[in-house]
């Protein structure tokens, strides 16, 4: 017998109070896509050197254009806000906080590095070849290896 007073109780209560009800559960979804914006919009990345803090963003702005937030990942970041995104025995991928500038530098001899190195940038970024070609993008590679002599340097190979 409670159940049912219970259950008519709660009819007459939402049937009274369905604008409040409705009102406040569009504030609690408009709080909830708030949210959600301010944490996936790209933050800037700070070019100031001496006050560097990494961004905890998903995205983060780079040359006006949004990519992943490599500073989360598995990245090696100095005080400077200069990063190692990715580093094998083929290749590097760093990135200069002060003019916003991605280097990648081909440490291996077989000519599909530089290929590999170019994919996993896209890849580690999260965007398209069009978006990567808006970057400040310099690839180096040494001729014979010599990390002493002066780099070849050129652009991703797709934005040519």
Known sequence: ???????????EFIFKYR???????????????VFIYLNSRG???STDQNNFKAPTGVKVNVNNQTVNNFYKSDTFTYPTGNAVIDENPYYQIAYTSNNQEFLITILSSDPNSQNLAEQDFVSKLSISQSTACKLNVEVRSYSNLNITSSPNLSKLSFCK
């Open 1 to 11: 017998m409670w159940a049912l007073r219970y259950n008519l109780f709660m009819k």
């Open 19 to 33: 604008k409040i009800l409705i009102l406040i559960l569009g504030i609690f979804i408009v709080i909830i896509f």
């Open 43 to 45: 933050q800037n990345v």
